[in-house]
């Protein structure tokens, strides 16, 4: 949780203009200061929304943030609403980027509720830089919900003076090679093709099965970008292993941006199920489950075997008494999976 100092020099120093003032929203107004304590310099760049909104008591127009105290960036929305007091300095806001659907986000909330904070100021700088269109919809505690719709053209003009005070903007013409998550795409990457994860014999015999969710940065030729791989949920631990060295030499289509291909952060789920091999949510192709029992292997046949199985439906293994629809002789070269 941010210091509530900070919190609260926010919503004191940026007050909100109420519809009387003449000022129109849709340009960035920029500001230099110093800060107190510390004496550094600070820079705030201020966009006034397109539309006013009319509340039960007040009129106001919400105004968008971004600034740089203490070499720290910062992007916040100034709403106007305090709405309840209560200890959970959160609020769920719905972000539309262009014509997509929207998005539901957690923002941070001032002290007195009238500011909520982008909780990664890079990311919507980068995200506002290619998508400029975006509407708000803030839903305030005991208060009506309202919308504020903004224009960012002309962002890129100023950022080379917001980065010089702050280390962590965006620099001038970033934005294409930064990650973006899968809301703030155009077109979604998409999953090509990727090698059979091991499912083991044992495993499957326990009856061991579940999906595996693997998060992966996904790069503009769309490989997975080494050291991204992380497991954020699974159904057993002992399928971790099979499943991260599977996603890691997927190939997608990239995910895009204003036609351009660009980094993109995914959730690839692989669900291994008994019997039926494994899927992955979005592949085009089931693999086919292969079985091969040990003593068949590769490792335990150096001079070469042949063996006579049957396939059945789902390409399972089955002993050769009963009626065969399909007979073949596989070299030892068809290794156990």
């Known amino acids: 949780m941010r210091s509530k100092l900070a919190l609260i020099l926010a919503a004191l120093v940026l007050p909100l203009r109420g519809e009387g003032q003449e000022r129109q929203g849709g340009a960035w107004q920029l500001t230099t200061s110093r800060s107190a304590a510390p004496d550094q310099p600070s820079v705030t760049l201020e966009l006034d929304a397109l539309n006013v909104v009319r509340a039960a008591v007040v009129t106001f127009r919400p105004a968008l943030y971004l600034r740089c105290l203490n070499d720290k960036l910062e992007a916040f929305l100034a709403t106007g609403a305090t709405g309840t007091r209560n200890s959970d300095y959160r609020m769920i806001v719905h972000l539309r980027w262009g014509d997509r659907p929207p998005a539901e ?25 290619a998508t400029p269109e975006m509407t708000f919809e803030v839903r305030p505690d ?35 090679d930064s990650v973006y ?50 497991v954020t949920s699974s159904a057993n631990g002992a399928l971790d292993e099979p499943a991260l060295k599977a996603v890691a030499h997927a190939v997608f289509r990239p995910a895009r941006v204003q ?79």
Not at 114 to 121: H, K, N
Not at 150 to 165: D, I
Not at 307 to 329: E, K, W, Y
């Open 105 to 129: 986000e957690t923002w941070s909330r001032s002290t007195d509720y009238s500011v909520v904070f982008a909780p990664d100021p890079a990311a919507f700088v980068r995200q506002l830089l």
């Open 142 to 176: 005991n208060a009506d919900p309202f919308v504020a719709r903004f224009n960012g053209e002309g962002l890129r003009a100023h950022l080379a003076t917001l980065q010089t005070r702050c280390p962590s903007a965006p620099a001038r013409g970033a934005g294409f």
């Open 181 to 230: 998550t899968e809301t703030q795409v155009d077109e979604k990457a998409e999953l090509i093709s990727m090698p059979d994860p091991e499912y083991a014999p044992l495993l499957r015999r326990a009856g061991i099965r579940g999906s595996v969710i693997v998060q992966a940065v996904i790069d503009t030729l769309g490989r997975v970008v080494p050291g991204s791989l992380r």
């Open 259 to 337: 036609g351009h291909a660009v980094r993109t952060r995914l959730r690839v789920p692989v669900k291994f199920t008994d019997g039926s091999g494994y899927s992955v949510d979005g592949c085009r192709i089931t693999p086919m489950n292969r079985i091969v029992p040990d003593k068949f292997s590769r490792s335990a046949n150096r001079n070469g075997r042949s063996m006579l199985m049957r396939c059945g439906p789902q390409a399972q293994v089955s002993p050769l008494p009963t009626s065969v629809t399909a007979a073949a002789s596989v070299p030892s070269s068809f290794t156990s999976t």
